[in-house]
């Protein structure tokens, strides 16, 4: 094997036990949900000290509380997409066989790291402020933007060609627009 593609590539032709995608989730959610929030909740409290901001701890709690839910309706709907239409998980070592673009798929390309940075405004908001769960969200999203585009994109292109750079070009990154919800709420 020559690259990262051809790592990838290796494990999208083989079947899954619901054991092995189980356990193929644990890594990428150490990763996602523990070290990397923490990580980045560090860097946004250091930076948020210069930041003057002042909230009430009710709106920031709020705030916590609403983003939070959403993180895990967000993963949640997306990992069973991917789960139950894909036949696969978001791992590399468990992909998708098939391009999955129903359920959260249908709205946005990415709802799990959509998921995944509202889950990083929550945490650094509960446990610190909202200037901080701000800048945990920004600093994921960027994190998040660059391993799509560098990474992901180009391994979905060589898994699913044409159809997937149809779903690129008409599903959003990340905010899905409110005329398309509307025009496929209809379809």
């Not at 083989?14 to 996602?32: E, Q």
Request: hydrophobic fraction near 45%; aromatic fraction near 12%; charged fraction near 15%.
């Amino acid at each position: 094997m020559n690259t990262l593609m051809d790592v990838f590539l290796f494990f999208t032709h083989k079947s899954y036990s619901t054991g092995y995608k189980i356990l193929s989730l644990i890594p990428g959610s150490i990763v996602f949900l523990v070290i990397s929030p923490l990580c980045l909740l560090y860097l946004s409290h250091q930076i948020s000290t210069f930041i003057p901001v002042s909230w009430p701890r009710t709106i920031e709690f709020t705030i916590a509380v609403s983003a939070v839910l959403a993180a895990i309706t967000l993963m949640t709907w997306g990992l069973l997409s991917l789960w139950v239409d894909g036949k696969g998980t978001p791992a590399p070592i468990a992909p998708t066989h098939t391009l999955v673009t129903t359920g959260a798929y249908k709205f946005c390309r990415n709802p799990i790291e959509l998921g995944t940075d509202l889950y990083f405004l929550a945490l650094g908001t509960w446990l610190d402020s909202l200037s901080t769960g701000i800048l945990c969200m920004a600093m994921g999203m960027l994190l998040g933007y660059g391993y799509i585009k560098i990474i992901e994109e180009r391994e979905l292109k060589l898994r699913f060609g044409k159809s997937y750079e149809e779903y690129l070009a008409a599903t959003p990154l990340f905010f899905p627009k409110l005329s398309s919800i509307e025009a496929k709420k209809d379809a």
